[in-house]
């Protein structure tokens, strides 16, 4: 073996190079070792460690250096000459020797456009090569280094890219399956998070219409690919892709996935994102009704409801409708329950609407959500102080829990100072004695 040092002592390489028989004569000739064994010239490379050539010779005895290398015995001498760096280059390709061929590209005293091409090309199929090994962590990190296109690494993959996107390669992919796939995967989700943070620096200020729109189809491939990765081995992922105020996945490719993989909530997740509500809803709604799961029971549906604004006031009361019949305290928080968050963009619903909307449902909701409205939130507006004077009025008069709302209503009359006597005391009737008496007080 020839271990080699540096000036102080210190090996230079991890490994020794080892020789298939001790070494009788040996040179360094850039970027070999050339050794005379026993019964043979052997040439081999340091780093990679690689046998490049064997050269049989009779007896060889002597080495010597100078523009060629001279090999001589007792009685002959012999001139080696080494091949152009282009075909030395091109021979160890086939042989897969990437690493040595990257080495020997490095010499070519081309201009730097020719040298770049060619050190491209060795590194591109270097990748392949190493991806065809499985060897994914290693291969995605050159695509990296090379600024390899997500499209071109993705198509490696070929169940991740979308049908308008899949096309023929000019090297044969293979097929994976089981844990290797998990292992590819696993190594793409680094590339692509990789691709995806420096996409995020670099976009923004593009003020060239076509590339800002290259700029965000690319940026919906890498997401949706992503969210794919993370439905195979990261399902933990899934949910914090999609919560994402910048995820870009698309919405149909998403779908399929999501919906393949039965994975409920994170399809409301993928709904909401794209505010595709009404889907969110039936989907809520659907499974709401199902003995099991994530989204079995109406809670998910409730704090849905709470997380829309006045925008969505028609969903909002199209799909609450449901759960007041069924569960009138939980319905009740969907219109009493503030979203607190400030980061939140969501607005208050129009009181009036809902008041309106809630007696149309149900009138003791409707009192219910007034009372919150003027007790909690200390609404002064006159007219929902009428309206919920009325309501009791009503309720009164249809005998249900007479002596309840017969207390809430005289003690309403006479703590609240919001509403309007005149265009009341007409609505009671003579019977209403005591009521009508604290109206006309005021």
Known sequence: MTVIVNADG???????????????????????????????????????????????????KYLALGRSVFVASSNAI??????????????????????LSLRLAEMIDDDDEKKFECLYDIQFKFALHLFTKHRFEESLRIFARLDTGPIEVIGLFPALLPKSHTKQYDYRVPVLAGAELEKGYLALIEYLMEKRNLQKKSTGNDSDVDLASYQRDLSEIIDTTL??????????????????????????????TLIKA????????????????????????EKAHQKSGSLSGHTRTVEYLQNLGPDYLDLIFEYSKWILKAHQFDGLKIFTVRNEDPRSEVGPLPVEKVVKFLKEVNKEIAIKYLEHVIHEWRYKTPDLHNELI????????????????????????????SYKAATLIRRFPPDFRHERALLSEN
């Open 227 to 256: 969210l794919k990765c993370y439905v195979e081995v990261k399902e933990s992922l899934v949910g914090p892709l999609l919560k994402h105020p910048d995820n870009n996945c698309h919405l149909q490719e998403s779908e399929r």
């Open 262 to 285: 039965e994975k409920w909530s994170d399809l409301v997740l993928l709904y909401s994102s794209k505010r595709e509500h009404a889907k969110a809803l039936k989907l809520l709604i």
């Open 78 to 99: 012999w001139r080696l000459v080494a091949k152009p760096l282009s075909l030395q280059i091109e021979q160890f390709m086939s042989s897969s020797q990437f690493e």
């Open 390 to 417: 009325l309501l009791y009025l009503f309720e009164i008069q249809e005998n249900r829990f007479v002596e309840d709302y017969r207390e809430q209503l005289m003690s309403f009359l006479e703590n609240s100072e």
């Open 10 to 60: 210190k090996p230079t390489q991890k490994h020794a190079t080892m020789w298939s028989e001790p070494p009788l004569v040996m040179e360094y000739y850039h970027p070999y070792l050339i050794a005379i064994l026993p019964s043979l010239v052997e040439i081999r490379s340091i780093e990679p460690k690689v046998l490049v050539q064997t050269i049989q010779l009779p007896h060889p």
